[in-house]
């Protein structure tokens, strides 16, 4: 374990509530166990607080993961910022992608303050050593895909955030709230994109069924495989609170009434919900898929990071520009 | 798709009076020009050069692409011809568009867009100027809202071209090569339009296009002089057609018409 001291809180100890866990007197084992405690017990951590190296580093790792699957998440939409097909959807996907833009900024502030530099984050996106969501290692190939994109993957991923609302760590918890807010708007303009052509010509209607054959096993991967709700560091430091299978669970007894309400089939024989036990039974992902997506090996992983690392390398003139000091004009 | 084969077809298709024909072509020429910056601009949506500029040239590219869409819709009830303003932004073929060259040029690098910017910019707030007071009243309430957001634009590319040219060196030498490749296609931005005898008498706009262009030149050269770039050059080719417009332009349109021209008809 690295000395708790070298990852110091970046706010100096003054601006520290007085929360025992804060009491620099105590020593190491002590400040950790008032520290679990609290955070156990419901307690919220600032960016200010001590808190010991398990639980930076878990937040970091997750924070971090989210931030990169935001920036990383904007490349499979904006290719088709150029192709929508009326004003008001070029609009409102230019917002959806801005957001996200903006949502990537923000989670990198939560995450440089917990001692990372966003520079770093970047590097490490690009040398593939830090990963994003898999759902964005895969092509869009139509229009349809916007929509489904919009409305399904952003609802899946909303289910996810929403429990992060109440994360532990307070400046994340904070974030999410607008990320939130801002993500339910991106669910009503993927809908209505996936309404209008489910009601649409015939053309259309082949077109949105085609995307959501597609986009289905990855997003029943997306939450991720079963996982042990007493074994999980995340869920124990409550960082998050909900475990894979409760998020993928949320996001079915929401969704798939709505999907099958507008007339399209969902490419799964073995969904069905108990009727008793209200559980969704389905057929079983195919989580080898998603480790090798999220290991960088999906269809498009490749292609993604290196059209970030030729924008992000082409346009490095312009940091060292305007981070810099003002130099004299080079007068000719 | 609409048959649109030329500018003076734009100009004869519209049978009202001499002036309400030079307005629709005004109103086209600027909302073609606010919906082709816009695209470039939105180009970088997403791989900006650092997150909090990418979420600053998205925004700028929606206020553009805001303001097409609403001088579009006022063309739409000028013309009447059943064309809405999706139809008029997307249903035309690449020389139907009226834009100015200057926005013929590809997005190029983060310096030719801000050189792009820059040009458009205050050659538009000339422009914006000469009719705020138009007797035209919806363009004329159109143009305050227009102008109260390009203010905002209008100081964010000032910050960024003074940077750029302060900060020597490279930065300084993609500036100079961008401004280079744009600067003659500049003043097409205040090319004079048919008709803008008509538009000046009817009150439409104050003045003609030549009075906004040497106006709008004084101002770009203090600015110039002050960061010690070279004279803006006088435009070339002058009588080059406005609907000419660049391989770059129409891959533009082929990508932008892509998903609408699937299926023409389509509700979207």
Known sequence: MTDPLALDPVLPPRERSAMPFNDDALGHDERFGHFEDHVVGGGKVEATDWMPDEYRTAVLRFVEMHANSELMGVLPEREWIMRAPTLRRKLALTAKVQDEVGHAQLLYRVAEDLGKPRDAMIADLLDGKTKFHNVFHYPTKSWADIGIIAWLVDAAAIVAQQALRDSSYAPYARTMKKICWEESVHIMHGRDVVVTMATGSAAQRASIQEALDRWWGPLMQMHGPRSDRAKDRDIHWRIKAKTSEELRQEFLGIYVPRILELGLTIPDADLARDPETGVWAYGEPDWNELRTVVTNHGPKSQERLDFRRQNWEATQWVRDAILGPPQAAAVA | ?268
């Open chain 2, 1 to 268: 798709m609409t048959e649109f084969a030329s500018f003076e077809s734009i100009a004869m298709d519209f049978e009202g009076a001499g002036h309400e024909r030079a307005l629709a072509i005004l109103l086209l020429s600027m909302a073609d020009d606010e919906f082709v910056i816009g695209f470039s601009d939105s180009e970088w949506t997403g791989i900006g050069p650092i997150l909090e500029e990418d979420v600053a040239i998205s925004s700028l590219a929606q206020d553009e692409l805001g303001h097409a869409q609403a001088l579009y819709g006022l063309l739409a009830e000028t013309i009447a011809d059943g064309r809405d303003a999706d139809g008029w932004a997307y249903d035309r073929p690449p020389e139907g568009y009226l834009h100015a060259r200057l926005l013929d040029h590809p997005r190029g690098d983060w310096a030719a867009t801000i050189a792009r910017r820059y040009l458009y910019d205050t050659a538009d707030s000339a422009r914006l100027e000469a009719i705020a007071a138009s007797s035209h009243a919806p363009l004329r309430e159109l143009v305050a809202k227009i102008r109260r957001e390009e203010r905002y634009h209008l100081m964010h590319v000032q910050t960024w071209i003074e940077r750029l040219a302060d900060a020597g060196g490279e930065s300084r030498a993609r500036l100079l090569a961008a401004l280079k490749a744009m600067g003659p296609d500049a003043g097409t931005v205040l090319a004079p339009l048919p008709g803008e005898t008509a538009l000046v008498r009817h009150g439409v706009s104050r003045e003609p296009f030549a009075v906004m262009e040497a106006r709008w030149r004084d101002e770009v050269g203090a600015t110039f002089g002050r960061l010690g770039l070279p004279e803006l050059p006088p435009t070339a080719s002058p009588d080059r057609p406005r609907t000419d417009h660049s391989d770059a332009f129409r891959s533009l349109h082929a990508e932008f018409t892509m998903v609408r021209r699937s299926e023409v008809g389509a509700t979207w």
